[in-house]
């Protein structure tokens, strides 16, 4: 599988979009891009994932570019309880999916 | 709640024990991923299984291995525990083949070894 690049950190103010980006140059045609989120220690939760088209579900939007090299999860209206780690992974459907370190997004008031 | 359980919640043991991790997967999902989460550390992929049958391993030591029963239900069996193996230890599943791959993860079991 490819290798994803984010930022270790991150701020967002309460009520503000929060932009978290990641770049994956390397990843090949059949490659979805699927972000998942960690609150402190509990399991990852499911956020969204696309494979060339931008997505939007209840949670978030996912920007990917023309090019599929990198891709941008969208929180619209940041709150406190989103303070977590995301982690975006590039995989094969069905393949084992691998985290890397993601990025802390910290929500301030 | 992710329809995947997982027991213990907690568990504290000594160093040179085995202990075994269960896991049942939600309705349905034929397969099931292991992970491991040091202190601070990422998610660490161990094994995947797929209807009984292993799939893929990932950072997996020979101390520790894994099932997948015909009820689809995994254990994960860590043996001459050091201290180092504490960590939490998440179990996912998904219904496999043919699906768009999202994991569904259960809140994990925490080790302690002491």
């Known amino acids: 599988d490819a290798k994803t690049t984010q930022p270790p950190s991150m701020d967002c103010a309460e009520g503000r979009a929060a932009n978290l980006p990641c770049n994956h140059s390397?990843?090949?045609?059949?490659?979805?891009v699927y972000w998942y989120r960690q609150i402190h220690s509990q399991g990852p939760q499911y956020i969204i994932h696309g494979l060339k088209n931008n997505e939007t579900n209840e949670m978030a939007s996912l920007i990917i570019t023309e090019d599929r090299k990198s891709s941008t999860l969208i929180l619209p209206h940041a709150t406190l309880r989103d303070t977590a780690v995301y982690y975006c992974i590039v995989r094969v459907t069905n393949n084992d999916m691998r985290f890397g370190a993601g990025t802390r997004l910290t929500v301030k008031p | 709640d992710s329809g995947v359980t997982q027991t213990p919640k907690h568990l504290i043991t000594a160093t040179g024990q085995r202990v075994t991790l269960r896991c049942s997967p939600r309705s349905g999902d034929l397969s099931v991923y292991w992970y491991q989460q040091s202190l601070d550390q990422g998610l660490q992929f161990l094994i995947q299984y797929y209807n009984g049958e292993e799939r893929a391993k990932g950072n997996i030591l020979e101390r520790f291995s894994a099932q997948q029963f015909p009820d689809l239900h995994s254990e994960l069996n860590l043996s001459s525990l050091e201290l180092g193996d504490s960590a939490l230890y998440f179990c996912?599943?998904?219904?496999?083949?043919?699906?768009?791959?999202?994991?569904?993860f259960g809140e994990g079991s925490r080790l302690t070894v002491l």
């Open positions: 996912a599943s998904n219904l496999g083949a043919a699906n768009t791959g999202e994991l569904f």
């Open positions: 390397t990843i090949s045609g059949n490659e979805y």
